[in-house]
Protein backbone atom coordinates (compact mmCIF):
# COMPACT_ATOMS: atom_id res chain seq x y z
CA UNK A 1 0.00 0.00 0.00
CA UNK A 2 1.33 3.37 -0.78
CA UNK A 3 1.45 5.86 2.03
CA UNK A 4 0.34 9.21 0.44
CA UNK A 5 1.39 12.32 2.38
CA UNK A 6 -0.11 15.01 3.92
CA UNK A 7 2.80 17.21 2.28
CA UNK A 8 1.93 15.44 -0.92
CA UNK A 9 1.12 17.40 -4.27
CA UNK A 10 -1.83 16.79 -6.49
CA UNK A 11 -5.48 16.21 -6.18
CA UNK A 12 -7.16 15.93 -2.87
CA UNK A 13 -10.07 13.22 -3.41
CA UNK A 14 -11.81 12.14 -0.76
CA UNK A 15 -12.29 8.42 -0.96
CA UNK A 16 -16.15 7.77 -1.08
CA UNK A 17 -16.37 7.09 2.21
CA UNK A 18 -15.52 10.33 3.45
CA UNK A 19 -18.58 11.62 2.41
CA UNK A 20 -20.63 9.15 4.42
CA UNK A 21 -18.14 8.98 7.66
CA UNK A 22 -18.01 11.39 10.17
CA UNK A 23 -14.77 10.99 10.69
CA UNK A 24 -12.35 8.91 8.57
CA UNK A 25 -8.47 8.45 8.60
CA UNK A 26 -6.41 6.61 5.94
CA UNK A 27 -2.48 5.57 7.62
CA UNK A 28 -3.11 8.70 9.27
CA UNK A 29 0.96 9.23 10.87
CA UNK A 30 2.38 12.02 13.13
CA UNK A 31 6.65 12.02 13.25
CA UNK A 32 7.04 14.91 16.29
CA UNK A 33 10.29 16.81 15.06
CA UNK A 34 12.99 15.34 16.70
CA UNK A 35 11.75 11.62 15.65
CA UNK A 36 8.60 10.44 18.14
CA UNK A 37 6.58 8.23 16.55
CA UNK A 38 3.40 9.74 18.46
CA UNK A 39 0.31 7.85 15.88
CA UNK A 40 1.97 5.10 12.90
CA UNK A 41 -0.48 5.01 10.17
CA UNK A 42 -3.98 4.95 12.16
CA UNK A 43 -6.86 4.00 9.86
CA UNK A 44 -10.22 4.70 11.51
CA UNK A 45 -13.97 5.41 10.38
CA UNK A 46 -16.43 6.81 13.23
CA UNK A 47 -19.63 6.34 11.77
CA UNK A 48 -22.53 9.29 11.80
CA UNK A 49 -24.70 8.96 15.32
CA UNK A 50 -22.01 6.88 17.29
CA UNK A 51 -20.00 7.11 20.28
CA UNK A 52 -16.60 6.00 19.34
CA UNK A 53 -14.01 5.78 21.91
CA UNK A 54 -9.99 6.04 21.52
CA UNK A 55 -8.77 3.88 24.08
CA UNK A 56 -5.51 3.86 25.47
CA UNK A 57 -2.75 4.51 27.83
CA UNK A 58 -1.15 7.67 28.44
CA UNK A 59 1.35 8.23 25.59
CA UNK A 60 -0.54 6.11 23.02
CA UNK A 61 -1.18 8.90 20.51
CA UNK A 62 -4.55 8.99 21.28
CA UNK A 63 -4.19 12.58 21.84
CA UNK A 64 -2.06 13.41 18.82
CA UNK A 65 -4.89 11.43 16.75
CA UNK A 66 -7.40 13.76 18.11
CA UNK A 67 -5.52 16.74 17.56
CA UNK A 68 -5.04 16.15 13.92
CA UNK A 69 -8.71 15.52 13.69
CA UNK A 70 -9.54 19.19 14.98
CA UNK A 71 -6.44 20.79 13.31
CA UNK A 72 -4.40 21.48 16.03
CA UNK A 73 -1.77 19.01 15.27
CA UNK A 74 -0.40 18.93 11.39
CA UNK A 75 -0.35 14.92 9.71
CA UNK A 76 3.07 13.75 8.37
CA UNK A 77 1.50 11.21 7.00
CA UNK A 78 -1.53 10.12 5.49
CA UNK A 79 -4.87 11.24 5.34
CA UNK A 80 -8.06 12.21 7.46
CA UNK A 81 -11.75 13.45 6.53
CA UNK A 82 -14.06 15.53 9.49
CA UNK A 83 -17.53 15.51 7.67
CA UNK A 84 -16.39 14.32 4.53
CA UNK A 85 -13.37 17.49 4.63
CA UNK A 86 -9.60 17.05 4.44
CA UNK A 87 -8.18 18.68 8.17
CA UNK A 88 -4.90 19.42 6.68
CA UNK A 89 -6.40 21.12 3.38
CA UNK A 90 -9.28 22.84 5.16
CA UNK A 91 -8.72 23.50 8.66
CA UNK A 92 -10.84 26.66 8.74
CA UNK A 93 -13.80 24.72 7.57
CA UNK A 94 -13.46 21.87 9.59
CA UNK A 95 -13.72 24.25 12.49
CA UNK A 96 -17.65 24.72 11.40
CA UNK A 97 -18.58 20.88 11.65
CA UNK A 98 -16.28 20.33 15.00
CA UNK A 99 -17.41 20.97 18.76
CA UNK A 100 -14.49 19.87 21.11
CA UNK A 101 -13.60 19.66 24.69
CA UNK A 102 -10.27 19.68 25.41
CA UNK A 103 -8.43 18.07 28.24
CA UNK A 104 -7.84 21.55 30.36
CA UNK A 105 -9.98 24.08 30.95
CA UNK A 106 -9.94 26.53 28.26
CA UNK A 107 -12.87 28.62 29.26
CA UNK A 108 -12.49 32.19 28.59
CA UNK A 109 -11.47 33.72 32.30
CA UNK A 110 -12.72 37.08 31.67
CA UNK A 111 -16.14 36.84 30.54
CA UNK A 112 -19.33 34.88 32.79
CA UNK A 113 -20.17 31.83 32.44
CA UNK A 114 -23.24 32.82 29.98
CA UNK A 115 -21.20 35.36 27.92
CA UNK A 116 -18.45 32.04 27.39
CA UNK A 117 -21.61 30.39 25.26
CA UNK A 118 -22.65 33.40 23.92
CA UNK A 119 -19.61 34.52 22.26
CA UNK A 120 -19.12 31.17 21.32
CA UNK A 121 -21.94 31.08 19.57
CA UNK A 122 -21.09 34.55 18.03
CA UNK A 123 -17.62 33.20 16.86
CA UNK A 124 -20.15 30.71 14.75
CA UNK A 125 -21.80 33.49 13.32
CA UNK A 126 -24.46 33.11 15.30
CA UNK A 127 -26.80 36.48 15.89
CA UNK A 128 -27.04 38.18 19.76
CA UNK A 129 -30.29 37.29 20.11
CA UNK A 130 -30.23 33.91 18.63
CA UNK A 131 -26.64 33.34 21.33
CA UNK A 132 -28.40 34.68 23.92
CA UNK A 133 -31.20 32.42 23.86
CA UNK A 134 -28.98 28.80 22.82
CA UNK A 135 -27.11 29.72 25.90
CA UNK A 136 -29.91 30.19 28.04
CA UNK A 137 -31.46 26.78 26.56
CA UNK A 138 -27.93 24.89 27.15
CA UNK A 139 -27.29 26.00 30.76
CA UNK A 140 -30.71 24.39 31.72
CA UNK A 141 -29.73 21.65 30.25
CA UNK A 142 -26.65 21.28 31.97
CA UNK A 143 -28.07 22.18 35.20
CA UNK A 144 -25.97 25.46 35.26
CA UNK A 145 -28.59 28.19 34.98
CA UNK A 146 -28.36 29.29 38.36
CA UNK A 147 -24.48 30.18 37.40
CA UNK A 148 -24.92 32.05 34.41
CA UNK A 149 -23.42 34.88 36.00
CA UNK A 150 -20.63 33.45 37.57
CA UNK A 151 -17.22 34.32 36.20
CA UNK A 152 -16.04 30.85 35.60
CA UNK A 153 -13.04 30.54 37.90
CA UNK A 154 -16.05 30.29 40.56
CA UNK A 155 -17.24 27.15 39.02
CA UNK A 156 -16.11 23.39 40.48
CA UNK A 157 -14.21 21.36 37.99
CA UNK A 158 -17.61 19.15 36.94
CA UNK A 159 -19.11 22.67 36.36
CA UNK A 160 -16.76 23.50 34.85
CA UNK A 161 -16.82 20.75 32.67
CA UNK A 162 -20.50 20.42 32.17
CA UNK A 163 -19.79 24.29 30.86
CA UNK A 164 -17.09 22.91 28.30
CA UNK A 165 -19.20 20.16 26.77
CA UNK A 166 -22.26 22.94 26.56
CA UNK A 167 -20.22 25.28 24.49
CA UNK A 168 -18.70 22.62 22.13
CA UNK A 169 -21.72 22.04 21.37
CA UNK A 170 -23.15 25.32 21.09
CA UNK A 171 -22.43 25.52 17.36
CA UNK A 172 -24.27 22.62 16.57
CA UNK A 173 -21.45 20.73 15.31
CA UNK A 174 -21.33 17.12 12.85
CA UNK A 175 -18.73 15.86 15.65
CA UNK A 176 -17.92 15.89 19.11
CA UNK A 177 -14.55 15.26 20.80
CA UNK A 178 -14.41 14.97 24.15
CA UNK A 179 -10.53 14.60 25.56
CA UNK A 180 -10.56 12.30 28.46
CA UNK A 181 -13.68 14.70 29.65
CA UNK A 182 -13.61 12.74 33.29
CA UNK A 183 -10.61 12.72 33.94
CA UNK A 184 -9.91 14.61 37.77
CA UNK A 185 -13.35 14.55 38.30
CA UNK A 186 -15.14 13.52 41.44
CA UNK A 187 -17.41 10.26 40.93
CA UNK A 188 -20.92 12.37 41.24
CA UNK A 189 -19.46 14.92 38.52
CA UNK A 190 -18.25 11.77 36.58
CA UNK A 191 -22.06 10.68 36.35
CA UNK A 192 -23.22 13.56 35.62
CA UNK A 193 -20.97 14.41 32.53
CA UNK A 194 -21.70 10.04 31.56
CA UNK A 195 -25.37 11.44 31.21
CA UNK A 196 -24.87 14.58 29.36
CA UNK A 197 -23.06 11.97 26.72
CA UNK A 198 -25.60 9.23 26.80
CA UNK A 199 -28.33 11.67 26.33
CA UNK A 200 -26.07 14.04 23.64
CA UNK A 201 -25.89 10.11 21.87
CA UNK A 202 -29.88 9.70 22.10
CA UNK A 203 -30.10 13.17 20.09
CA UNK A 204 -27.96 11.75 17.67
CA UNK A 205 -25.02 13.28 18.49
CA UNK A 206 -21.84 12.01 16.93
CA UNK A 207 -19.12 11.82 19.82
CA UNK A 208 -15.53 10.64 19.48
CA UNK A 209 -14.37 10.44 23.00
CA UNK A 210 -10.75 9.98 24.04
CA UNK A 211 -10.26 8.05 27.32
CA UNK A 212 -7.69 6.05 29.10
CA UNK A 213 -11.13 4.82 31.23
CA UNK A 214 -12.09 1.04 30.17
CA UNK A 215 -15.12 1.35 32.55
CA UNK A 216 -15.90 5.16 30.69
CA UNK A 217 -15.18 3.21 27.37
CA UNK A 218 -17.59 0.06 27.51
CA UNK A 219 -20.09 1.95 29.27
CA UNK A 220 -20.54 4.71 27.22
CA UNK A 221 -19.40 3.57 23.52
CA UNK A 222 -20.68 1.72 20.55
CA UNK A 223 -17.33 1.00 19.49
CA UNK A 224 -14.12 1.02 20.96
CA UNK A 225 -10.79 1.23 19.43
CA UNK A 226 -7.43 0.24 21.30
CA UNK A 227 -4.47 2.07 20.19
CA UNK A 228 -1.26 1.85 21.71
CA UNK A 229 1.82 3.42 20.31
CA UNK A 230 0.00 4.93 17.83
CA UNK A 231 -1.54 1.68 16.39
CA UNK A 232 -4.67 0.78 15.90
CA UNK A 233 -4.70 -2.77 17.98
CA UNK A 234 -8.71 -3.95 18.25
CA UNK A 235 -11.84 -2.29 17.07
CA UNK A 236 -14.95 -3.54 18.08
CA UNK A 237 -18.01 -3.32 20.38
CA UNK A 238 -17.53 -3.61 23.96
CA UNK A 239 -18.97 -7.07 23.84
CA UNK A 240 -17.26 -8.50 21.22
CA UNK A 241 -13.67 -7.06 22.15
CA UNK A 242 -14.39 -8.58 25.63
CA UNK A 243 -15.70 -12.22 23.60
CA UNK A 244 -12.79 -12.35 21.46
CA UNK A 245 -10.65 -12.41 24.69
CA UNK A 246 -9.62 -16.53 25.53
CA UNK A 247 -9.53 -17.54 28.92
CA UNK A 248 -10.85 -14.01 30.35
CA UNK A 249 -13.56 -15.43 32.72
CA UNK A 250 -12.30 -16.04 36.21
CA UNK A 251 -14.47 -18.28 38.43
CA UNK A 252 -13.49 -17.73 41.85
CA UNK A 253 -14.36 -21.00 43.90
CA UNK A 254 -14.32 -21.07 47.63
CA UNK A 255 -14.81 -24.19 50.18
CA UNK A 256 -14.38 -25.59 53.37
CA UNK A 257 -13.61 -29.09 53.67
CA UNK A 258 -11.11 -29.46 51.05
CA UNK A 259 -7.90 -27.16 50.71
CA UNK A 260 -7.85 -25.41 48.21
CA UNK A 261 -4.78 -27.11 46.13
CA UNK A 262 -6.45 -30.10 46.22
CA UNK A 263 -9.60 -28.70 44.97
CA UNK A 264 -7.19 -26.49 42.53
CA UNK A 265 -6.25 -29.99 41.21
CA UNK A 266 -9.96 -31.96 41.10
CA UNK A 267 -11.63 -28.51 38.61
CA UNK A 268 -8.38 -28.42 36.48
CA UNK A 269 -8.96 -32.03 35.90
CA UNK A 270 -12.71 -32.27 35.64
CA UNK A 271 -14.07 -28.99 34.39
CA UNK A 272 -13.82 -28.53 30.82
CA UNK A 273 -12.57 -25.51 28.69
CA UNK A 274 -10.18 -25.01 32.23
CA UNK A 275 -7.37 -22.92 31.19
CA UNK A 276 -5.99 -23.13 34.55
CA UNK A 277 -7.04 -23.22 38.12
CA UNK A 278 -4.53 -22.19 40.93
CA UNK A 279 -5.14 -21.68 45.05
CA UNK A 280 -5.31 -18.06 46.05
CA UNK A 281 -5.59 -17.89 49.78
CA UNK A 282 -8.47 -20.34 50.53
CA UNK A 283 -10.00 -19.79 47.31
CA UNK A 284 -9.46 -21.34 43.78
CA UNK A 285 -8.87 -18.98 40.71
CA UNK A 286 -10.33 -20.78 37.35
CA UNK A 287 -9.30 -19.15 34.50
CA UNK A 288 -12.34 -20.33 31.52
CA UNK A 289 -13.39 -18.75 28.04
CA UNK A 290 -16.70 -18.68 29.05
CA UNK A 291 -18.37 -19.42 32.74
CA UNK A 292 -22.19 -20.24 31.99
CA UNK A 293 -21.32 -23.55 30.55
CA UNK A 294 -18.25 -24.31 33.62
CA UNK A 295 -21.15 -23.58 36.51
CA UNK A 296 -22.47 -27.08 36.45
CA UNK A 297 -18.91 -29.00 36.14
CA UNK A 298 -17.06 -26.10 38.62
CA UNK A 299 -20.30 -28.00 41.04
CA UNK A 300 -19.89 -31.60 40.55
CA UNK A 301 -16.11 -31.12 40.51
CA UNK A 302 -16.53 -29.87 43.96
CA UNK A 303 -18.84 -32.35 45.33
CA UNK A 304 -16.93 -35.26 44.43
CA UNK A 305 -13.90 -34.07 46.77
CA UNK A 306 -16.27 -33.30 49.34
CA UNK A 307 -15.83 -29.70 49.50
CA UNK A 308 -18.66 -27.11 50.83
CA UNK A 309 -19.24 -24.70 48.67
CA UNK A 310 -19.43 -21.41 50.28
CA UNK A 311 -18.54 -18.85 47.56
CA UNK A 312 -18.81 -19.27 43.03
CA UNK A 313 -18.24 -15.57 41.93
CA UNK A 314 -18.02 -15.23 37.85
CA UNK A 315 -16.08 -12.57 36.62
CA UNK A 316 -16.41 -11.70 33.02
CA UNK A 317 -13.73 -10.23 31.07
CA UNK A 318 -13.35 -6.28 31.40
CA UNK A 319 -11.81 -4.28 28.48
CA UNK A 320 -8.69 -4.26 30.75
CA UNK A 321 -8.69 -7.76 29.97
CA UNK A 322 -8.66 -7.30 26.73
CA UNK A 323 -5.65 -4.61 26.94
CA UNK A 324 -3.35 -6.85 28.72
CA UNK A 325 -3.89 -9.34 26.38
CA UNK A 326 -3.55 -7.44 23.53
CA UNK A 327 -0.48 -5.55 24.65
CA UNK A 328 0.97 -7.86 27.76
CA UNK A 329 0.95 -4.78 29.95
CA UNK A 330 -1.84 -3.17 32.30
CA UNK A 331 -3.58 0.46 31.23
CA UNK A 332 -2.59 1.91 34.21
CA UNK A 333 1.61 0.54 34.09
CA UNK A 334 1.95 2.02 30.92
CA UNK B 1 -31.42 16.83 25.84
CA UNK B 2 -32.32 18.58 22.52
CA UNK B 3 -29.23 20.15 20.42
CA UNK B 4 -29.20 23.38 18.99
CA UNK B 5 -30.98 23.84 15.43
CA UNK B 6 -28.00 24.03 12.84
CA UNK B 7 -26.86 27.06 11.99
CA UNK B 8 -27.38 27.71 7.66
CA UNK B 9 -24.60 26.84 5.80
CA UNK B 10 -21.96 29.71 5.05
CA UNK B 11 -19.24 30.41 3.07
CA UNK B 12 -16.02 29.52 4.48
CA UNK B 13 -15.14 33.14 3.69
CA UNK B 14 -18.14 34.70 5.05
CA UNK B 15 -17.63 32.54 8.03
CA UNK B 16 -13.96 33.56 8.99
CA UNK B 17 -15.37 37.06 8.50
CA UNK B 18 -17.80 36.88 11.10
CA UNK B 19 -15.73 35.06 13.32
CA UNK B 20 -12.87 37.74 13.03
CA UNK B 21 -15.76 40.37 13.78
CA UNK B 22 -16.82 38.07 16.96
CA UNK B 23 -13.56 37.69 18.78
CA UNK B 24 -12.87 41.72 17.99
CA UNK B 25 -16.78 42.06 20.05
CA UNK B 26 -15.73 39.87 22.39
CA UNK B 27 -12.20 41.52 23.28
CA UNK B 28 -14.05 44.91 23.19
CA UNK B 29 -16.71 44.15 25.28
CA UNK B 30 -13.86 43.03 28.12
CA UNK B 31 -12.12 46.10 27.25
CA UNK B 32 -15.55 48.12 27.77
CA UNK B 33 -16.68 46.02 30.98
CA UNK B 34 -12.99 46.82 32.34
CA UNK B 35 -12.33 50.37 32.10
CA UNK B 36 -10.03 50.37 35.12
CA UNK B 37 -7.39 47.92 33.69
CA UNK B 38 -7.08 49.65 29.86
CA UNK B 39 -7.18 53.55 31.85
CA UNK B 40 -4.43 52.77 34.57
CA UNK B 41 -2.34 50.82 32.00
CA UNK B 42 -2.73 53.77 29.42
CA UNK B 43 -2.46 56.49 32.12
CA UNK B 44 0.16 56.24 34.93
CA UNK B 45 3.40 56.40 33.03
CA UNK B 46 3.06 58.93 30.60
CA UNK B 47 0.93 60.91 33.09
CA UNK B 48 4.06 60.56 35.20
CA UNK B 49 6.18 61.90 32.79
CA UNK B 50 3.94 64.76 32.41
CA UNK B 51 3.79 65.67 35.17
CA UNK B 52 7.74 65.66 36.10
CA UNK B 53 9.59 67.04 33.11
CA UNK B 54 6.34 68.91 31.52
CA UNK B 55 5.21 70.30 34.84
CA UNK B 56 7.81 69.93 37.85
CA UNK B 57 11.06 70.41 35.95
CA UNK B 58 10.19 73.73 35.01
CA UNK B 59 8.35 74.93 37.76
CA UNK B 60 11.74 74.39 39.96
CA UNK B 61 14.27 75.82 37.39
CA UNK B 62 15.49 72.36 36.21
CA UNK B 63 17.03 72.92 32.95
CA UNK B 64 15.19 71.17 29.99
CA UNK B 65 15.76 71.37 26.84
CA UNK B 66 14.45 75.14 25.83
CA UNK B 67 11.26 76.59 27.42
CA UNK B 68 8.62 75.15 29.67
CA UNK B 69 6.23 75.67 26.41
CA UNK B 70 9.25 74.18 24.44
CA UNK B 71 9.18 71.16 26.68
CA UNK B 72 5.44 70.44 27.07
CA UNK B 73 5.32 70.41 22.96
CA UNK B 74 8.54 67.86 22.77
CA UNK B 75 6.45 65.69 25.36
CA UNK B 76 2.80 65.99 23.83
CA UNK B 77 4.12 63.76 20.68
CA UNK B 78 6.98 61.80 22.66
CA UNK B 79 3.91 60.73 25.04
CA UNK B 80 0.89 60.05 22.06
CA UNK B 81 3.99 57.71 20.88
CA UNK B 82 4.71 56.06 24.17
CA UNK B 83 1.01 55.07 25.31
CA UNK B 84 0.71 53.50 21.80
CA UNK B 85 4.13 51.66 22.59
CA UNK B 86 2.86 50.46 25.89
CA UNK B 87 -0.89 49.64 24.19
CA UNK B 88 1.36 47.39 21.64
CA UNK B 89 3.20 45.55 24.24
CA UNK B 90 0.65 45.33 27.34
CA UNK B 91 -2.93 44.79 25.38
CA UNK B 92 -1.13 42.11 22.74
CA UNK B 93 2.15 40.73 24.25
CA UNK B 94 1.80 39.72 27.71
CA UNK B 95 -1.64 38.43 27.32
CA UNK B 96 -0.40 36.08 24.38
CA UNK B 97 2.38 35.16 26.63
CA UNK B 98 0.10 33.97 29.85
CA UNK B 99 -2.81 32.74 26.56
CA UNK B 100 0.27 30.68 24.72
CA UNK B 101 2.11 29.57 28.31
CA UNK B 102 -0.79 28.49 30.68
CA UNK B 103 -4.46 29.90 30.08
CA UNK B 104 -4.64 28.53 27.01
CA UNK B 105 -8.01 29.96 27.19
CA UNK B 106 -6.64 30.90 22.86
CA UNK B 107 -7.47 27.36 22.17
CA UNK B 108 -11.52 27.94 21.80
CA UNK B 109 -10.78 30.74 19.91
CA UNK B 110 -8.14 28.85 17.83
CA UNK B 111 -10.84 26.42 16.42
CA UNK B 112 -13.46 29.35 15.40
CA UNK B 113 -13.80 28.65 11.85
CA UNK B 114 -11.09 31.20 10.78
CA UNK B 115 -7.47 30.40 9.88
CA UNK B 116 -4.94 30.58 12.82
CA UNK B 117 -3.67 33.25 11.50
CA UNK B 118 -6.48 35.43 11.28
CA UNK B 119 -6.41 35.06 15.02
CA UNK B 120 -3.50 36.59 15.23
CA UNK B 121 -4.28 39.16 12.90
CA UNK B 122 -7.56 40.12 15.52
CA UNK B 123 -4.99 40.35 18.28
CA UNK B 124 -3.17 43.12 16.06
CA UNK B 125 -6.66 44.86 15.34
CA UNK B 126 -7.49 44.60 18.86
CA UNK B 127 -3.91 46.40 20.25
CA UNK B 128 -4.02 48.79 16.83
CA UNK B 129 -7.56 50.08 18.48
CA UNK B 130 -6.35 50.15 22.23
CA UNK B 131 -3.32 52.04 20.79
CA UNK B 132 -5.22 55.05 19.24
CA UNK B 133 -7.75 54.76 22.30
CA UNK B 134 -5.23 55.31 24.72
CA UNK B 135 -3.76 58.39 22.21
CA UNK B 136 -7.56 60.14 22.52
CA UNK B 137 -7.07 59.69 26.44
CA UNK B 138 -3.38 60.87 27.14
CA UNK B 139 -4.41 63.93 24.67
CA UNK B 140 -5.70 66.14 26.31
CA UNK B 141 -3.81 65.41 29.55
CA UNK B 142 -0.98 65.69 27.87
CA UNK B 143 -2.36 69.41 26.79
CA UNK B 144 -3.21 70.54 30.67
CA UNK B 145 -0.60 68.84 33.17
CA UNK B 146 2.42 70.73 31.94
CA UNK B 147 3.56 73.95 33.55
CA UNK B 148 3.05 75.98 30.16
CA UNK B 149 0.70 74.27 27.12
CA UNK B 150 2.23 73.05 24.35
CA UNK B 151 2.43 74.91 21.04
CA UNK B 152 -0.49 72.95 19.19
CA UNK B 153 -0.10 72.49 15.46
CA UNK B 154 -1.99 69.85 13.70
CA UNK B 155 -1.70 68.47 10.46
CA UNK B 156 -4.59 66.55 10.10
CA UNK B 157 -3.30 64.26 7.01
CA UNK B 158 -0.67 63.47 8.95
CA UNK B 159 -2.33 62.33 12.37
CA UNK B 160 -5.03 60.58 10.83
CA UNK B 161 -2.80 58.35 8.62
CA UNK B 162 0.86 57.88 10.77
CA UNK B 163 -1.36 57.48 14.28
CA UNK B 164 -3.13 54.42 12.48
CA UNK B 165 0.52 53.51 11.11
CA UNK B 166 2.77 53.69 14.48
CA UNK B 167 -0.42 52.00 16.20
CA UNK B 168 -0.77 48.93 13.98
CA UNK B 169 3.20 48.71 13.98
CA UNK B 170 3.55 48.56 18.38
CA UNK B 171 0.81 45.76 17.60
CA UNK B 172 2.66 44.22 15.48
CA UNK B 173 6.07 44.47 17.82
CA UNK B 174 3.56 43.32 20.51
CA UNK B 175 2.50 40.03 18.37
CA UNK B 176 6.03 38.99 17.66
CA UNK B 177 7.93 39.92 21.29
CA UNK B 178 4.51 37.78 22.46
CA UNK B 179 5.21 35.03 20.22
CA UNK B 180 8.83 34.43 18.84
CA UNK B 181 10.33 35.06 22.66
CA UNK B 182 10.63 31.83 25.18
CA UNK B 183 7.98 32.91 27.75
CA UNK B 184 10.36 31.70 30.42
CA UNK B 185 12.35 34.60 29.03
CA UNK B 186 9.52 37.39 28.06
CA UNK B 187 9.64 39.22 31.53
CA UNK B 188 12.78 39.07 31.60
CA UNK B 189 13.49 40.48 28.17
CA UNK B 190 10.12 43.06 28.84
CA UNK B 191 12.62 44.70 31.43
CA UNK B 192 15.36 44.77 28.92
CA UNK B 193 13.53 45.64 26.12
CA UNK B 194 11.12 48.34 27.39
CA UNK B 195 13.12 50.57 29.45
CA UNK B 196 15.83 51.31 26.46
CA UNK B 197 12.48 51.12 23.64
CA UNK B 198 11.34 54.18 25.88
CA UNK B 199 13.99 56.32 26.83
CA UNK B 200 15.89 56.07 23.56
CA UNK B 201 12.96 56.54 21.52
CA UNK B 202 12.68 60.39 20.97
CA UNK B 203 9.73 60.77 23.14
CA UNK B 204 11.53 62.80 25.98
CA UNK B 205 13.60 64.81 23.26
CA UNK B 206 13.28 65.46 19.49
CA UNK B 207 15.39 62.86 17.38
CA UNK B 208 17.61 66.43 15.62
CA UNK B 209 18.28 67.34 19.25
CA UNK B 210 20.44 64.73 19.37
CA UNK B 211 22.89 66.00 16.27
CA UNK B 212 25.03 66.68 19.61
CA UNK B 213 25.89 63.00 20.17
CA UNK B 214 25.40 61.28 16.92
CA UNK B 215 26.37 58.10 17.71
CA UNK B 216 22.84 58.19 20.23
CA UNK B 217 21.37 59.80 17.17
CA UNK B 218 22.29 56.81 15.13
CA UNK B 219 21.12 54.59 17.65
CA UNK B 220 17.84 56.30 18.12
CA UNK B 221 17.06 55.13 14.47
CA UNK B 222 17.55 51.76 15.54
CA UNK B 223 14.28 52.31 17.83
CA UNK B 224 10.90 51.52 16.24
CA UNK B 225 9.37 54.25 18.90
CA UNK B 226 11.50 56.79 17.70
CA UNK B 227 9.42 56.78 14.14
CA UNK B 228 6.51 57.13 15.51
CA UNK B 229 7.49 59.71 18.07
CA UNK B 230 8.88 61.70 15.06
CA UNK B 231 6.20 60.97 12.76
CA UNK B 232 3.50 61.84 15.59
CA UNK B 233 5.89 65.32 16.48
CA UNK B 234 5.45 66.09 12.39
CA UNK B 235 1.65 65.49 13.14
CA UNK B 236 0.67 67.61 16.01
CA UNK B 237 3.61 70.46 16.22
CA UNK B 238 5.67 72.45 14.27
CA UNK B 239 8.90 71.05 15.99
CA UNK B 240 11.63 69.99 13.37
CA UNK B 241 11.30 66.53 13.24
CA UNK B 242 12.70 63.22 11.25
CA UNK B 243 11.57 63.61 7.89
CA UNK B 244 7.96 61.96 6.96
CA UNK B 245 9.81 60.76 3.90
CA UNK B 246 11.77 58.05 5.98
CA UNK B 247 9.24 57.72 8.87
CA UNK B 248 6.64 56.46 6.69
CA UNK B 249 8.37 53.86 4.50
CA UNK B 250 10.01 52.70 8.03
CA UNK B 251 7.31 52.23 9.72
CA UNK B 252 5.39 50.12 6.74
CA UNK B 253 8.25 48.12 6.45
CA UNK B 254 8.65 47.38 9.64
CA UNK B 255 5.15 46.57 10.53
CA UNK B 256 5.26 44.31 7.66
CA UNK B 257 8.48 42.89 8.61
CA UNK B 258 7.04 41.78 12.12
CA UNK B 259 3.20 41.29 11.10
CA UNK B 260 4.81 38.49 8.35
CA UNK B 261 7.02 37.01 11.41
CA UNK B 262 4.47 37.47 13.80
CA UNK B 263 1.75 35.36 12.55
CA UNK B 264 4.63 32.73 11.15
CA UNK B 265 6.23 32.07 15.02
CA UNK B 266 2.37 32.16 16.21
CA UNK B 267 0.80 29.61 13.79
CA UNK B 268 4.11 27.41 14.87
CA UNK B 269 2.95 28.24 18.55
CA UNK B 270 -0.63 27.07 17.84
CA UNK B 271 -0.24 24.34 15.67
CA UNK B 272 2.02 21.28 16.47
Not at chain 1, 51 to 74: C, D, E, I, Q, Y
Not at chain 2, 148 to 154: T, V
Request: hydrophobic share 50%; net charge positive.
Amino acid sequence: MTRVTAAAPGPAIPPAAAADAAVLTESLGKTYPGGTVAVAGLDLEVRRGEVFALLGPNGAGKSTTAGMLTTTVRPTAGRAWVAGLDVAAAPARVHQHIGVVPQRNTLDRRLNVRDNLIFHGRYFGMRPAAARAAAARLLAQVSLSDAAGKRVDELSGGMAQRLMIARAIMHRPDVLFLDEPTTGLDPQSRLAVHDIITSLQAAGQTILLITHDMTEADVLAGRVAIIDHGRLLALDTPAALKRSVRGGTTVTVTADGTGPAQLAAALAASVPGARDARPLGDAVLLTVDDSHPVLPAVLAAAEACHARLREVRADPPTLETVFIQLTGKELRDS
Amino acid sequence: MTLPAPAPPRSPAAAALAAFGALLARDLTVLRKQPADFLTRTIVQPVLFVFVLGYIAPRIGQPTAGSATQAATTLLAGMLAIVILFQGLFAVALPLVADLGYTREIDDRLLAPLPARAVALEKIALGTIQGLLAALVIFPLAMIIPAAPPALHIHWAVLLTLAPLAALMCASLGLFLGTALDPRLTMALFAVLITPLMWLGCALFPWSALHAIPWVQGLALADPLTYASEGLRAAVTSQPHLSLLVVYPVQAAATGLLLWQATRHFTRRVIS
